[in-house]
């Protein structure tokens, strides 16, 4: 009756079943939970829920390992809301503190469950930071936070003073303090520490400690030889303004100490002016080396390796000498007195076999820095040499650059530049017979201009005026071969327009030098009985 009212067919009561409709399960459509008939239908949430389950993602419920018992967290509410989370102590434990946010999920993880992190200092690095009683950061305390305190609260917490810093709680100094400020004088740093204070400035005066060398009333100072707070330890010489290295690790105290601890020097010679004295190779004596040792030595047994800073004072190292700097045995072989400081010294076999060009055969001077350097080769011509670079910039330059053969190079002008006399059209060489030996022309060829006029006065006698030859384009304009060598064939215009007297109205002859030198056009003379007796 309670489905069939009206004794009729009726609708069903789902909310009298075993699976009543509630929250999101309320619907009027039957067939949407139904659609394979009413016998059998599964009240398991993952029947129906299965695909939102795999779907989630805040937080991954698959990831995580969630239970896909939906109803274990979630009500029938819309949008799975609200949502518990009784499985929260299997991920991260609340407890003390925490515990009264449990059902405050926001507080933690602000609507992101996914990055959610599951240590302290994850949520707790602000307070770590910024605590400085004691200054957790100065002091360098580990962030594991749950190492001192507890989820019920910061105070009170513990520190393992023992085990992380230093042993008060056992030991000799159980018993000896009564609060933190005896021992940590700054109460607002506890990173500063002090030993000698009411506890144990009478100790930096008593006889036991006098004489030790470096030491200093610090508690850096107390610590290296009593680390453990005891007061029998070992003095820890590598905590000391000398520590104990190489060949000196390991040596007996006497050895150093032999008039006791107050006043041992430290510096090398101190110690070491034999070895100093005594060496040969090289005699540090002979040569003025520096007593300091440690300048060229570690403390390394055999003194060795050592390097050399002052080398450049003796032999500059440079060019391609720099890379060999460090390998010492290539140029001493192990002896170190006499090693030459001369090229010759150590090239000499280069020298003596170089065939491009001979050097032997040509007698190049030794010297060999005359013409390389320690980086590369250069050739420093000098006038005395066998043929001068002069003039045109090619001859300074390219005549070392271009060819690969140095041995058979002619060294007259002809012998690299006969094409170019061969072929120069302005003037033609061979119609006005100018002399094969270019250096006849001129000593400083630049760009074939002949600034000298040792042979020009065959063709055209220049002075006065025009004695100035080295700026012949004034008067050829570019064209050596159409040039005329007669006056008028220049100043044909200064004849026509001279009028003072006018020289055309009175038939003057176009011969200027008949009157005019080259010097000047006055002053001038004038054959008058001739021209009118």
Request: glycine fraction near 8%; include cysteine; proline fraction near 6%.
């Amino acid at each position: 009756m309670e489905c069939h009212l009206a004794g009729i067919l009726g609708s069903f009561n789902h909310n009298t079943s075993a699976f009543p409709l509630t929250g999101g399960h309320a619907v009027n459509d039957c067939n949407s939970c139904h659609a394979n008939g009413y016998a059998n239908t599964s009240t398991v949430c993952a029947s129906c829920h299965t695909n939102n389950y795999n779907q989630t993602t805040n937080p991954n419920h698959t990831g995580i390992g969630i239970s896909n018992d939906c109803a274990a967290c979630h009500t029938t509410g819309p949008g799975w809301t609200p949502a518990a989370f009784p499985t929260h102590s299997n991920y991260y434990v609340l407890e003390g503190a925490h515990a009264g946010i449990g059902n405050d999920c926001a507080s933690c993880h602000q609507g992101n469950y996914t990055n959610t992190p599951n240590t302290c200092s994850g949520c707790h690095i602000d307070e770590y930071n910024q605590t400085n009683d004691p200054a957790h950061a100065t002091a360098q305390f580990p962030t594991t936070c749950a190492d001192c305190h507890t989820q019920s609260s910061w105070t009170p917490a513990t520190f393992n003073h023992d085990g992380q810093y230093f042993p008060i709680y056992s030991g000799q100094h159980q018993g000896e303090w009564d609060q933190c400020s005896d021992c940590h004088t700054n109460p607002g740093n506890y990173a500063v520490v002090t030993c000698t204070s009411s506890c144990h400035q009478q100790n930096s005066t008593n006889n036991e400690h006098q004489g030790v060398g470096g030491y200093v009333y610090t508690t850096e100072a107390c610590l290296a030889c009593h680390p453990d707070g005891n007061s029998a330890g070992s003095f820890n010489h590598n905590t000391s303004l000398f520590p104990l290295t190489g060949g000196h690790a390991g040596t007996d105290c006497a050895s150093c100490h032999t008039n006791g601890y107050a006043g041992t020097p430290s510096d090398c010679a101190s110690c070491h002016i034999s070895n100093y004295n005594q060496s040969a190779n090289p005699s540090h004596t002979s040569l003025g080396l520096s007593n300091d040792c440690a300048g060229c030595h570690t403390t390394a047994p055999g003194w060795a390796p050592a390097t050399f800073a002052v080398h450049n004072n003796y032999y500059a190292l440079q060019g391609a000498h720099i890379a060999i700097a460090s390998q010492c045995v290539d140029c001493h072989n192990g002896n170190y007195n006499t090693t030459p400081n001369t090229c010759d010294g150590c090239r000499i076999d280069n020298y003596n076999q170089t065939t491009n060009p001979n050097h032997v055969a040509s007698q190049f001077a030794t010297t060999c820095q005359d013409c390389h350097t320690q980086t590369a080769c250069s050739f420093n011509i000098r006038s005395d040499n066998t043929y001068p670079l002069t003039g045109c910039p090619c001859h300074c330059f390219l005549l070392c650059a271009m060819p690969s053969e140095y041995t058979n190079t002619p060294n007259t002008c002809e012998g690299c530049h006969q094409n170019n006399y061969s072929q120069l059209p302005i003037p033609t060489m061979y119609p006005w017979q100018f002399p094969m030996t270019v250096q006849a022309v001129t000593l400083q060829i630049q760009d074939w201009r002949l600034p000298a006029s040792q042979f020009i006065n065959n063709y055209y006698v220049l002075k006065g005026t025009y004695s100035w030859a080295d700026q012949c384009a004034t008067r050829h304009n570019g064209n050596y071969n159409t040039t005329p060598n007669t006056c008028d064939g220049c100043h044909i215009d200064n004849y026509n327009q001279t009028t003072n007297p006018n020289h055309v109205a009175s038939q003057f002859a176009t011969t200027c030098q008949d009157c005019h030198t080259q010097t000047a056009w006055v002053p001038s003379t004038f054959d008058h009985n001739s021209t009118y007796p």
